[in-house]
């Protein structure tokens, strides 16, 4: 299949050796790329129910039939394991400039097994892989880190991705960063780098793999990209970023405040992309290609963070610190932005965990906990997780594990043992059946249904027939990561021009049914891999708080049997029983 290699290479770091592998191209048709094919050899290359922390866990890594091609949206890698913070699937995603750069090594596929006996950093390029001792930059943190690996390499091309101290000592919710700011961050794929004694990966090359017609494929993006970068969408992703979105749900009502027990955040204004451009010193950032440029360069220019630059915070960012625990100066944000990034650790858990300490404190279930509104409070406790020192060592498996140390599990707000993002499903009620049934635990990219609930598509209370649509979008979305595109490209490319850039890419007639046929199978491999794992519809749910306790003055909950009935249409529509399990598994 064009557009593709059909070469996977396997790393094994115990051995210090490598091996190449062809991909059938009979699997390449049915999977694609990115999630399709992740997952695919996820199932058959991982044993079940070993442990995620394991030299047998595998950290696979993919691209798609659309990367390093002129499409626009495709500026993503994939990465697929078995998380140590639910034991569940795990995938992550992550931009930038690092994912044309892997596939210009000409494999569709690396996967990274073992464990190295000291730590390391590998260099990955056409010729082979070539393996460095990586003692001497041993806990650095991430922008330490990518410098170094990228200066040992010594390419001027070349591209990384590392692990800071958190990935090191294996902090569940550990990320891997690239470009000094991208990461994948959810799900604790950092520490399985860092259980493999693995500091980071370079990647060089200039392998290019062939587009079935190269010419076709070039007008289409070029007339894509002039009737769409002047868009609303790309015009508000280019000026102001997802905190735009902070407006958004505060005025919905469903921006968590106060550890989910609230729907809006007194101050928000202080917190919002207008603060942000009205108040620092702002650049847009773009990933390869990308015509929305939604990244924000920022600088602060005033208080005790004055001259600190990164590229954020990102809407998530600000719902879980700011909304969570209550803080209400975006320059504090930023500050506990910096930190997640250079100790490398998911900011949606650590917002989440911070809140959830807070919550524990004034319950005295801690004595050293932080408070609302503290930024520096919220600091001292991260560092404590990330160095795994005095209570904060509770928290350093995740919010699963500290609830049940604390005997505080009805407190805890976590699907799986991942935490939501910022979009609460008692008011946005298909968001309830996002979180409870996705594959990595609660998660808003694998549908982001959040965006026809607040956009007026479907009303966000309504709960019969909503599953349709809740698919439509799931499939469709799952056919963005085999390719891999950008998520914030969905209202541009319909299942119409999904069909016409497969074609053009790969030379196969897809059909829009194809592709749902395509996308129902990725989604079932998933739920077969959870399911080996030991997961049920019982855990397909909600926290108890979110089933039972309203939000808005008691105007917004979601109930039990709400849930339930998205449950089981969903389950119908999906061609799986009423327990979750697919014909024939």
């Known amino acids: ?319 879980s610190f700011g909304g969570l625990c209550c803080i209400t100066e975006m320059e504090e944000i930023v500050y506990l932005n910096d930190l997640c990034d250079r100790w490398g650790i998911d900011t949606i858990t650590a917002g989440n965990l911070a809140a959830f300490a807070i919550e524990a404190g004034l319950r005295g279930r801690l004595k050293e906990a932080p408070r609302y509104g503290d930024a520096e409070s919220v600091a001292v406790f991260l560092q404590s997780v990330v160095e795994e020192k005095g209570e904060g060592a509770l928290f350093s498996k995740g919010i699963r594990e500290a609830a049940k140390a604390l005997e505080l599990e009805d407190l805890a707000i976590h699907v799986k043992g991942m935490e939501p993002a910022g979009y609460d499903p008692r008011v946005l009620k298909g968001m309830g059946l996002a979180y409870a049934t996705s594959d990595r635990g609660a998660c808003h990219l694998r549908t982001t249904f959040y965006k026809p609930e607040m956009s007026g598509a479907i009303d966000p209370a309504q709960i019969a027939r909503k599953a349709s649509l809740f698919i439509d979008y799931e499939d469709r979305l799952n056919i963005y990561d085999c390719l891999i595109f950008c998520r914030f490209y969905r209202d541009l490319i319909f299942w119409e021009e999904l069909v016409t850039v497969l074609h053009l890419l790969t030379g196969e007639r897809y059909s829009a049914a194809d592709l749902h046929q395509m996308a129902g199978r990725i989604q079932t491999l998933t739920r077969l891999f959870n399911l080996r794992e030991g997961f049920t519809r019982a855990d397909d749910t909600l926290p108890p708080r979110m089933l039972t306790e309203p939000i808005n003055d008691g105007k917004n909950l979601i109930r039990p049997e709400e849930l339930e009935q998205l449950l089981s249409e969903y389950y119908l529509l999906r061609g799986w029983d009423q327990e979750g399990v697919p014909p024939n598994s």
Request: with cysteine.
């Open 1 to 319: 299949m064009t557009g593709m290699f059909g070469k996977l290479l396997v790393v094994d770091l115990t051995e210090s050796n490598i091996t190449e592998q062809n991909i059938d191209d009979s699997v390449l048709k049915q999977y694609l790329g990115g999630k399709g094919l992740g997952s695919h050899l996820l199932l058959k290359m991982l044993p079940p129910g070993i442990d995620p922390l394991s030299p047998q866990n595998k950290l696979i890594f993919t691209t798609g039939p659309a990367t390093d091609t002129v499409l626009a949206p495709a500026s993503r890698y994939g990465v697929f394991s078995k998380s140590p913070l639910t034991g569940a699937y795990a995938e992550s995603y992550s931009g930038g400039h690092v994912a044309p750069m892997m596939k210009r090594t000409g494999y569709d596929a690396i996967v990274i097994t073992g464990k190295a006996s000291k730590p390391c950093f590998i260099h990955i390029a056409p010729e082979g892989v070539n393996f460095y001792d990586a003692s001497g930059i041993w806990g650095q943190d991430c922008y330490q880190a990518e410098e170094a690996v990228l200066q040992a390499v010594g390419l001027k091309n070349a591209q990384a991705m590392v692990i800071g101290p958190a990935g090191e000592r294996q902090i569940a919710f550990a990320c891997i960063s690239n470009n000094r700011w991208r990461c994948a961050g959810r799900a604790g794929l950092g520490a399985v780098m860092g259980s493999k004694n693995l500091k980071g990966i370079v990647f060089s090359g200039s392998k290019r793999a062939p587009v079935a017609d190269e010419a076709g494929l070039a007008a289409w993006s070029r007339a894509f990209a002039n009737e769409n970068k002047d868009s609303p969408g790309a015009v508000s992703y280019r000026t102001r970023g997802t905190p735009a979105v902070v407006t958004a749900t505060n005025k919905a009502n469903c921006f968590p405040t106060r550890y989910w027990s609230q729907g809006t955040l007194e101050g928000w204004e202080k917190i919002s992309a207008d603060y942000m451009l009205e108040n620092m010193e702002v650049k847009s950032r773009a990933c390869y290609r990308c015509f929305f440029a939604c990244g924000k360069q920022v600088k602060v220019l005033k208080g005790r963070h004055q001259g600190l630059v990164i590229e954020g915070p990102e809407y998530e960012t600000i719902y």
